[in-house]
């Protein structure tokens, strides 16, 4: 029952935070680039700040916790039927959702937090940020809704 609760928080939480991204990557960063460039880098850093809350980390580590837990689990009980998918599923978050943000992304925030918004650099910097840091939104948005598909369907195996 406890491996069952654990599989449906993960597919749950790996689909909301693949919504999350997905949100940025469809339209978010397209209506920011809109935007006057000192606007743009403005509204981003608001983002970038307001981002560290209870609801937001509480998804995006709570799924990163759970997903380590179940690959663990996975490896010892690697002869069980649906090992694999538990593994997959979770390695997919950790690497494709929680590395990709750790290694891409929050190296590009942490650029754009130091710059003047309306200054050449700040310009300079925007005119790279968009495209790169849309690029990585996109591999985690992927990574997490295929992660959020293999939870599920290893929920829809009674054996798994």
């Given at each position: 029952m406890i491996t069952f609760a654990l599989k449906l928080f993960a597919a749950l939480g790996c689909g909301l935070i693949a919504g999350v991204f997905f949100a940025?990557?469809?339209?978010?960063?397209?209506?920011?680039?809109?935007?006057?460039?000192?606007?743009?880098?403005?509204?981003?850093?608001?983002?970038?700040?307001?981002?560290?809350?209870?609801?937001?980390?509480?998804?995006?580590?709570?799924?990163?916790?759970?997903?380590?837990?179940?690959?663990v689990s996975s490896l010892l009980k690697w002869q069980q039927h649906g090992a694999a998918y538990l593994l997959v599923g979770s390695l997919l978050y950790l690497a494709g959702t929680v590395g990709v943000t750790i290694l891409f992304n929050v190296p590009l925030n942490d650029a754009l937090a130091v710059v003047d918004p309306g200054s050449a650099d700040g310009a300079s910097l925007w005119s790279r940020f968009v495209p790169n840091w849309t690029f990585w939104n996109h591999v985690r948005t992927i990574a997490a809704?295929?992660?959020?598909?293999?939870?599920?369907?290893?929920?829809?195996?009674?054996?798994?």
């Open positions: 940025f990557s469809t339209f978010v960063m397209s209506a920011l680039a809109r935007l006057q460039t000192a606007q743009g880098i403005a509204a981003f850093q608001s983002i970038n700040i307001t981002v560290y809350n209870p609801w937001f980390m509480g998804a995006f580590l709570g799924t990163a916790s759970t997903c380590i837990f179940l690959a809704l295929a992660a959020a598909a293999v939870f599920a369907i290893s929920l829809g195996d009674r054996y798994l």
